[in-house]
């Protein structure tokens, strides 16, 4: 665990102490030990074939943890997801921290979930099956479930990475209600099923329509992968052609992220932003690469040549429909508020919203990044010159939401524009020389 830090270590630790805990009473339970074996097998082989077979899926077999809950008692129901985790296979080290944590994680949120359903007498609800009193209790253990796995990943994400204590648990227990809850749904099926005459073998059925949803899922995190493949070699066709400002796009992606999440944008819209930002200066690669290159100052006729990008980028990437939004900041992003701006001179409202977030990022990331012909400037007197162009050159609103995020996070770019050649980097470095010259 070398790589883990110790407080982490700690975290993980102390989750490890409670988990063992919590099966105590295991050795002295008069639970039907080849119900629980069964469950735990199961819980193993689904967890190895979503991982093999539906890379990238999430919440893969919660289902069977679930009707684990409804069906054993709480230390039973804690030991099902032990032999799968810890013995699931893992990506990233250290593996036997990783293994541990997430052994230890779901004991804990499948002990409490149990607790909760035993408590609102779920168990003979299950055996009865009493519908609709079967279902208060079911909610309350997937609500209990969400609520300890949130409160875990929470702590680790601020123990482990430092992430601040408000955000932390940002969002955790929202975003995992709905899809949980599907599976709560499918376990609780599972569990009636195992009670009712059919047995056993009618409630493994349930994992069927489990497995369409899985797949499904998968299908979508490929089609993700081809997008992701597809901005990265765009990007990469740009870094070739001029390596001027190296990570010049991944930092303005990582600015409008930071601005697009400050004005509380949902998750898809911040997604956008993020291949605007990357992608904003694609129509570069229609430019002759002696004018990009050029050392001394422009003509007028070469400066309306590389003017022209904005358009070739929206060219290139029209057909690509996953950008969406994307598409419009990438031709719009050198417009002005004041109507200054190009290719078509639009005011105010008239620029799309997408494009008023990347051109404050992109005039950030020219300012704050050191060129061969001046140095990089203090993040402060950056955000000054924004504040004075803003309402002129930039949305206000744009440049106070910069402005907050980075008060709050403070500026930490992946990439830096004076890296040399050998440095690992994200794989982008888009010129603009137009942003820095502002």
């Given at each position: 665990?070398?790589?883990?830090?110790?407080?982490?270590?700690?975290?993980?630790?102390?989750?490890?102490?409670?988990?063992?805990?919590?099966?105590?009473?295991?050795?002295?339970?008069?639970?039907?030990?080849?119900?629980?074996?069964?469950?735990?097998?199961?819980?193993?082989?689904?967890?190895?074939?979503?991982?093999?077979?539906?890379?990238?899926?999430?919440?893969?077999?919660?289902?069977?943890?679930?009707?684990?809950?409804?069906?054993?008692?709480?230390?039973?129901?804690?030991?099902?997801?032990?032999?799968?985790?810890?013995?699931?296979?893992?990506?990233?080290?250290?593996?036997?921290?990783?293994?541990?944590?997430?052994?230890?994680?779901?004991?804990?949120?499948?002990?409490?979930?149990?607790?909760?359903?035993?408590?609102?007498?779920?168990?003979?609800?299950?055996?009865?099956?009493?519908?609709?009193?079967?279902?208060?209790?079911?909610?309350?253990?997937?609500?209990?479930?969400?609520?300890?796995?949130?409160?875990?990943?929470?702590?680790?994400?601020?123990?482990?990475?430092?992430?601040?204590?408000?955000?932390?648990?940002?969002?955790?227990?929202?975003?995992?209600?709905?899809?949980?809850?599907?599976?709560?749904?499918?376990?609780?099926?599972?569990?009636?099923?195992?009670?009712?005459?059919?047995?056993?073998?009618?409630?493994?059925?349930?994992?069927?329509?489990?497995?369409?949803?899985?797949?499904?899922?998968?299908?979508?995190?490929?089609?993700?992968?081809?997008?992701?493949?597809?901005?990265?070699?765009?990007?990469?066709?740009?870094?070739?052609?001029?390596?001027?400002?190296?990570?010049?796009?991944?930092?303005?992606?990582?600015?409008?992220?930071?601005?697009?999440?400050?004005?509380?944008?949902?998750?898809?819209?911040?997604?956008?932003?993020?291949?605007?930002?990357?992608?904003?200066?694609?129509?570069?690669?229609?430019?002759?690469?002696?004018?990009?290159?050029?050392?001394?100052?422009?003509?007028?006729?070469?400066?309306?040549?590389?003017?022209?990008?904005?358009?070739?980028?929206?060219?290139?990437?029209?057909?690509?429909?996953?950008?969406?939004?994307?598409?419009a900041a990438i031709l719009h992003h050198h417009e002005r508020l004041d109507?200054?701006?190009?290719?078509?001179?639009?005011?105010?409202?008239?620029?799309?919203?997408?494009?008023?977030?990347?051109?404050?990022?992109?005039?950030?990331?020219?300012?704050?990044?050191?060129?061969?012909?001046?140095?990089?400037?203090?993040?402060?007197?950056?955000?000054?010159?924004?504040?004075?162009?803003?309402?002129?050159?930039?949305?206000?609103?744009?440049?106070?939401?910069?402005?907050?995020?980075?008060?709050?996070?403070?500026?930490?770019?992946?990439?830096?524009?004076?890296?040399?050649?050998?440095?690992?980097?994200?794989?982008?470095?888009?010129?603009?020389?137009?942003?820095?010259?502002?």
């Amino acid at each position: 665990m070398e790589a883990v830090p110790a407080r982490a270590r700690g975290y993980v630790g102390c989750a490890a102490v409670l988990a063992l805990f919590c099966l105590l009473r295991l050795p002295t339970l008069h639970a039907p030990w080849w119900a629980v074996a069964l469950l735990a097998a199961l819980y193993a082989a689904c967890e190895h074939a979503v991982r093999r077979r539906f890379a990238g899926a999430s919440h893969p077999v919660y289902a069977v943890l679930l009707a684990g809950v409804f069906l054993l008692p709480p230390p039973a129901a804690a030991f099902v997801p032990l032999p799968g985790a810890l013995l699931a296979r893992v990506e990233h080290r250290p593996a036997p921290a990783r293994r541990i944590w997430r052994a230890a994680r779901l004991a804990l949120a499948v002990w409490g979930a149990a607790r909760v359903h035993w408590a609102l007498g779920g168990r003979d609800a299950v055996v009865a099956s009493d519908f609709p009193y079967v279902l208060l209790p079911a909610v309350a253990a997937v609500l209990a479930f969400c609520l300890v796995l949130a409160a875990l990943d929470g702590g680790i994400l601020a123990v482990a990475e430092r992430v601040p204590v408000r955000r932390a648990w940002q969002g955790l227990l929202s975003r995992s209600l709905a899809p949980i809850g599907v599976h709560g749904l499918a376990g609780l099926m599972m569990a009636v099923l195992w009670r009712s005459p059919y047995g056993p073998v009618a409630a493994l059925l349930v994992l069927l329509p489990m497995c369409v949803s899985w797949w499904v899922f998968a299908q979508y995190h490929r089609e993700r992968a081809a997008h992701q493949a597809t901005i990265r070699a765009l990007v990469q066709a740009v870094d070739i052609k001029d390596g001027y400002t190296r990570g010049h796009s991944e930092r303005v992606g990582q600015a409008s992220v930071m601005i697009a999440r400050e004005l509380g944008m949902d998750d898809e819209r911040v997604e956008v932003l993020r291949f605007a930002g990357i992608l904003h200066d694609v129509g570069k690669l229609g430019v002759p690469t002696r004018l990009l290159r050029k050392d001394g100052p422009l003509t007028p006729e070469e400066r309306r040549i590389i003017e022209l990008h904005p358009e070739y980028g929206h060219e290139m990437v029209r057909g690509i429909s996953f950008l969406g939004e994307a598409r419009a900041a990438i031709l719009h992003h050198h417009e002005r508020l004041d109507g200054s701006g190009y290719p078509y001179g639009l005011v105010g409202g008239q620029i799309p919203e997408c494009a008023r977030v990347v051109a404050v990022a992109d005039a950030f990331d020219a300012m704050t990044s050191t060129r061969s012909y001046r140095r990089a400037r203090p993040v402060p007197a950056a955000l000054e010159e924004l504040q004075r162009c803003a309402g002129t050159q930039f949305d206000p609103r744009m440049v106070a939401a910069l402005v907050r995020a980075l008060g709050r996070h403070g500026w930490h770019p992946a990439v830096t524009a004076d890296e040399p050649e050998g440095t690992t980097a994200p794989p982008a470095a888009f010129p603009s020389r137009a942003g820095a010259r502002r």
